[in-house]
């Protein structure tokens, strides 16, 4: 059986980079960051944040 997912709440707090010119970022257009600056254990953290959130809307929806 598929999932639907009617609503997706993404937050995030945006600050500029320490050593940057008017919160530009000093990277290149078009270069990437693995990770963008994040250590391993808080993308886990990260991630297991946002499974546990859809998995509790999904409980929330099922209970309607």
Known sequence: MPVEIK?????????????????????????????????????EAIVAAAVKEVLRILKASKER
């Open 7 to 43: 609503e997706l709440v993404i937050r995030a707090v945006v600050q500029p980079e320490a050593g940057s010119a008017n919160g530009h970022p000093t990277a290149e257009p078009g270069a990437t960051t693995q990770g963008a600056g994040v250590d391993p254990e808080e993308r």
